[in-house]
């Protein structure tokens, strides 16, 4: 019927006038409890709290005992601030997996994790001495850390509870924190096993330095924003000259660089080898250039163009061309020789030397680059440490000491300016500034303090990814037994662990796991000594990593070492060490096994704590600690723009529960492509909340549809009609569709698949077509019973289908029908029979469901012209192919169109218009015509509303038809 059976039927008299409505109570309409509105920001509240009372998770760990177990390992997120919508998407993303994998038969014990240590707890309480105007330094440091502990601690507790209200099942009282003492006892252990095996030793390299946060920071802290940098070019005169023609006698190399402030730490020139390079001789020049005429400067051929418009040059000829191999040997001055900067500056061959930009010839600074640093140290060269860690000049920096690095553009360049200078007075080879513009690139930034940062060359300690261990190696062999989802994020990471440099992991702040090891003074040499170690694990296991910081080292080396030989590093260990060993301390029990199943975090954790876990698990046991890893995108606002408080756009998750509710967020989880970017925003939610609108109210129709509904009703499979066992093959189609999802993680589409299931295939088709059976028909009638049958397995399928989703709803749903001492989380996905899928039927009703459209639209005609009102107001007469009435012999046309009455009528030698071509069709003539409605003949049933010719013939009931008159005198079967 397509009138909807919740308001009360219009009963008519034949003759027109209104009726009583005398057979109300007879028509058997939808009861329950289940409320029309969800009011979520409400209930859902009153929900968690009935769980507790239930003792649900304790009842589902004691259902999980003897079953397999699935590990999904919890990334930590950082204790610092309220949740955003990236922790709640991917907390969400979890969580249904976990639900998933519990309804799918494992024992599931997630146990969520909390990263506390770091440099942004420190700048909060950092932050709270300069409101008070008390110096950080003056603060005693087991104090200071006794504050970041405590602040740590107090937002662990309020992102637990956030999480919770987004209805996030987890074993919360085994929760982990990488500042609990068994933590930071496990994480120095694992820094031990890098130190005891070879992994770990201490080096001069650049690492990525930020002046603000005065330490090192790992790949992962940074984040690239534009900036504009002051680029020079500069010129160096040769002092040495290897070429036979003497080519380069009286000849300046010219470099360009986008850092002036490195040009004190120059130590060497790179050029490439296959780069072909030419002596230019300057013929005429603007009137502001720094060069004059009969200078002679070395770049390479193809930038030749672009140095002379950047030099001021407008005419020059070319003196020499040699290839890049010829420059071997080659020396140069540097160009403040005299101003402190008296050695040679060498010209070595680098692979990485283009010519897309520049001059062809590189700067190298050793001290502030890894290309520089690493082709320099394999040719001697000294790497100077001029750089303060504020990120002002050392005192012994000629000319810019305790000058700032990113207020040095201005002194570097009135510097070498000068040195031109007097070059051009001495009439010697061009010496200094040759040139200055400005650039706007892409320059690292650190992610917390949102300010650039420099390569810096300092003491630092590292894990060697190459020799001794071999752990890249190690590494990209691990991947390859790895599953990615999606797929091609494999790349990302394998290319990462390909090129990375080896991993710094010290950091010069207070607040973390101390590198807790010895260097002999006199050697310099790293102490491995696993009993010390062992003392040192003791230690912190009973009383924290500060006892690091309040005991005398005499504790930890004991009497086989004296202590005055011995530093005692006070490094903090990077935090990104100490999450990717959580492995270590989180997992590895009967419950929660090693490898892990599954890592799922965001696509940046690539560089982050996918690959640190890696790393510090290959390192340390041999092997990956996860089988899969699965990736989410970042969330934009609705127009693709990153969220900002300046821009107004931030969607936070506490405010979507207080207003729609936290089903309504795990719904736009669900409903998006979380393998890429996502977008939020007040229409997009307003669109999930129309979603939800239309699940719940498939689970109120079929609560209401299933009042009083037994076993006792239910009609075996063999005996259902056709549609029913149409129904529930789409049932298996969909189940598959969850159990391949919960095999392979991959659960993009599933739930707008389940959506579409709800509206198409129930409320717009099945659900309209068999409102006549549920209200009309006898309570004990097969047609009836076999309805309520499919709506019973609809209810189970779809209440345990949509609960690792809509946790709040679908528990409602189920406790509506089950009783308030029951929970849907305390279910099993149903196991569908195999006999329920059957393709053949399914493609079957694809074909008729088409002829359905076809006729609905000639109806839908009908009506928009007036020639009837309903489509129960209407008769078709449904011209068929021979070979259409064969196929679609037994199916009730006017049940499926929602007509009073269906006339079938053959057209001899028709081709047919719903069928595939057939050979037997071949000669057959024109395709037969479409439906043909008109207004059906009698009188209004006043119960069902069909129009019916047998309506008047009861005497005892002149209004009604004979299916409803029997019902309503109590027969049983049905009149049709």
């Known amino acids: 019927m397509t009138e909807s059976r919740d308001k009360k039927p219009d009963a008519a008299r034949p003759n027109g006038n209104a009726a009583p409505d005398i057979y109300r109570e007879t028509v058997f309409l939808p009861v329950t409890s289940f409320p029309m509105r969800g009011n979520l920001p409400t209930r859902e509240p009153d929900l968690l709290a009935r769980w507790d009372a239930l003792e649900l998770d304790r009842k589902i760990a004691d259902a999980a005992k003897g079953r397999p177990v699935f590990t999904l390992h919890d990334g930590p997120p950082y204790a610092n601030g309220h949740l955003h919508i990236g922790h709640a998407l991917n907390k969400i993303l979890k969580d249904v997996i976990n639900r998933s994998h519990r309804m799918s038969g494992y024992a599931v014990h997630y146990v969520p994790g909390w990263d506390c240590h770091g440099l942004p707890i420190e700048w909060k309480i950092e932050e709270e001495y300069r409101k008070a105007k008390k110096d950080k330094d003056a603060v005693p440091v087991l104090q200071f850390r006794a504050e970041c502990r405590e602040w740590a601690g107090r937002w662990l507790d309020v992102q637990m509870a956030e999480f919770k209200r987004l209805g996030v099942q987890a074993e919360w009282a085994r929760r982990y924190a990488t500042m609990d003492f068994s933590s930071e006892a496990a994480i120095v252990g694992e820094i031990g096993q890098f130190l005891l095996n070879g992994g770990l030793y201490r080096g001069l390299r650049p690492v990525m330095w930020s002046p603000v946060e005065k330490t090192a920071l790992a790949d992962a802290e940074i984040e690239y924003h534009d900036h504009t940098s002051t680029t020079i070019f500069v010129a160096f005169p040769f002092i040495k000259d290897p070429t036979a023609a003497g080519a380069l006698d009286g000849v300046s190399a010219v470099i360009w660089t986008t850092t002036p402030w490195t040009i004190p730490a120059n130590r060497a020139i790179a050029y490439g080898p296959e780069i072909t390079y030419v002596v230019l001789r300057v013929d005429e020049t603007t009137p502001e250039a720094k060069l004059e005429a009969g200078a002679k400067i070395l770049v390479a051929e193809e930038l030749v163009s672009s140095v002379c418009s950047a030099a001021g040059i407008l005419t020059h000829h070319i003196l020499y061309t040699l290839p890049g191999e010829a420059l071997a040997g080659a020396q140069c001055a540097h160009p403040l020789r005299g101003d402190g900067y008296d050695f040679d500056v060498p010209l070595l061959p680098g692979d990485f030397v283009t010519t897309d930009a520049g001059t062809g010839l590189v700067h190298m600074a050793p001290s502030h680059g890894e290309d520089d640093f690493i082709v320099s140290v394999a040719h001697g060269i000294e790497v100077p440490e001029l750089v303060m860690d504020d990120g002002r000049y050392a005192p012994h920096t000629p000319l810019f000491a305790g000058g700032h690095v990113f207020k040095a553009a201005d002194p570097v360049c009135e510097a070498l300016s000068a040195a031109m200078e007097r070059a051009n007075q001495a009439v010697d080879a061009p010496a200094g500034l040759v040139a200055r513009g400005t650039l706007v690139h892409s320059y690292p930034h650190s992610w917390r303090s949102r300010t650039p940062v420099i390569y810096r060359a300092t003491p630092q300690w590292f894990i060697r990814m190459d020799g001794e261990g071999e752990l890249r190696v190690s590494a990209l062999k691990a991947l390859e037994d790895v599953t990615f989802v999606p797929e091609q994020s494999r790349n990302r990471l394998t290319s990462m662990v390909e090129s990375r440099p080896d991993w710094c992991i010290s950091r010069q702040r207070a607040w973390g796991v101390p590198i807790a090891v010895f260097v002999e003074k006199a050697t310099g040499q790293v102490l491995r000594d696993p009993e010390v170690m062992q003392r040192i694990v003791v230690a912190f296991r009973a009383e924290g990593a500060d006892a690091w910081y309040k005991d005398e080292p005499k504790r930890f080396l004991g009497n086989a070492y004296n202590a005055d030989d011995y530093e005692q590093v006070f490094d903090i260990v990077d935090v990104w060490f100490e999450s990717g060993s959580t492995h270590s301390f989180v997992l590895g029990s009967d419950e929660l096994q090693f490898p892990a199943d599954l890592y799922l975090e965001g696509s940046d954790q690539h560089r982050g704590w996918f690959q640190s876990s890696l790393l510090e698990s290959v390192g340390t046991r041999g092997i990956s600690p996860f089988k899969a890893l699965v990736t989410n995108g970042f969330v934009l606002d609705e127009h693709g723009r990153k969220m900002s408080k300046s821009l107004g756009n931030v969607v936070a998750p506490q405010d979507v529960n ?107 088709f099945y659900f309209d077509v068999r409102k006549d059976a549920l209200y009309c028909d006898a309570i004990d009638s097969h047609r009836r019973r076999a309805t309520r049958t499919v709506l019973d397995i609809l209810h189970r399928c779809l209440a345990t289908w949509l609960a690792p989703v809509l946790v709040f709803t679908a528990d409602d749903a189920w406790t509506a029908r089950f009783g308030e001492q029951t929970s849907v989380h305390l279910e099993q996905f149903p196991d569908l029979p195999g006999e329920w ?38 008769q078709v007469e449904l011209p068929l192919s021979e070979a259409e009435a064969g196929a679609f012999a037994g199916v009730d046309w006017s049940d499926l169109a929602i007509v009073s009455h269906t006339e079938v009528s053959v057209v001899p030698g028709a081709a047919s218009v719903y069928l595939a071509p057939l050979t037997a069709d071949i000669d057959a003539g024109a395709p037969h015509g479409p439906p043909l409605v008109t207004p059906a003949v009698g009188e209004k049933c006043a119960r069902c509303w069909r129009v019916l010719p047998e309506v008047g013939k009861t005497a005892a009931h002149p209004t009604l038809c004979f299916r409803c008159a029997s019902v309503v005198e109590g027969r049983t079967g049905a009149c049709q």
């Open 658 to 764: 207080d207003t729609l509710g936290a089903d309504i967020l795990r719904l736009w989880v669900m409903n998006s492509d979380t393998n890429e970017d996502l977008r939020i925003g007040k229409e997009i939610l307003k669109q999930q909340g129309e979603l939800y609108r239309r699940l719940r109210n498939t689970l109120r129709w079929l609560l209401g549809a299933l009042e009083g509904f037994s076993d006792a009703e239910t009609v075996p499979y063999a005996e259902l009609p056709e549609l029913e066992r149409w129904v529930l093959h789409r049932l298996t189609e969909l189940g598959g569709l969850i159990a391949r999802a919960v095999e392979t993680h991959e659960w993009v589409g599933v739930y707008p698949a389940l959506h579409g299931f709800c509206t198409t295939d129930l409320s717009a």
């Open 837 to 874: 899928h059957n393709p053949e039927l399914g493609e079957r009703w694809v074909t008729l469901r088409a002829v359905r459209r076809v006729i609905t639209t000639e109806i839908e005609e009908a009506r928009r012209s007036g020639l009837v009102g309903s489509s129960l107001q209407a």
